[in-house]
């Protein structure tokens, strides 16, 4: 998931910011990016343009956590508004107990840390907003 570049949208009046300026850090951002682009339900969407302060573990400082999208998609006569977050499957859950402490295991240990301190703080967010949060995974974007 190294790949990054530039983004230029079909429907660039659906997007919600500088549509010249739209940056993916992933193949998987960029694919989300061509369905929110395409999709008629799709009304509005922005890339990195919502701002969240949470409290980092490792440091118990507060951080500021730009989720990947916001999107507002017409669902029948409603219209739901959904931040999501973009990441690995294995991202998504608490890794698995070991019986050493490996380099491996603790940068896994502090990466689900720092995305749940994130994921709480956005779940609040978006709840204050009566948004949706949604974390999307590789099997949500049907690359696996």
Not at 9 to 19: E, L
Not at 76 to 104: C, F, M, R, W, Y
Not at 105 to 134: H, M, P, S
């Amino acid at each position: 998931m190294a790949y990054s570049g530039k983004y230029t949208p079909i429907n660039y009046k659906k997007y919600a910011g500088d549509h010249t300026n739209i940056w993916y850090r992933s193949l998987w951002e960029r694919k989300a990016m061509q369905r929110f682009d395409l999709n008629p339900n799709v009304i509005e969407w922005s890339s990195e343009e919502v701002v969240i302060p949470y409290i980092s573990p490792l440091d118990r400082k507060v951080h500021r956590y730009f989720p990947d999208f916001l999107i507002k998609l017409k669902n029948g006569n409603v219209v739901e508004t959904i931040l999501i977050e973009i990441k690995p499957d294995s991202q998504t859950k608490p890794p698995e107990k070991k019986k050493k402490a490996t380099k491996k295991y603790i940068t896994e240990i502090a990466t689900w840390g720092v995305n749940e301190a994130k994921w709480i703080a956005a779940r609040e967010y978006c709840l204050d907003r009566g948004w949706q949060f949604r974390v999307l995974t590789e099997y949500d974007l049907k690359i696996k």
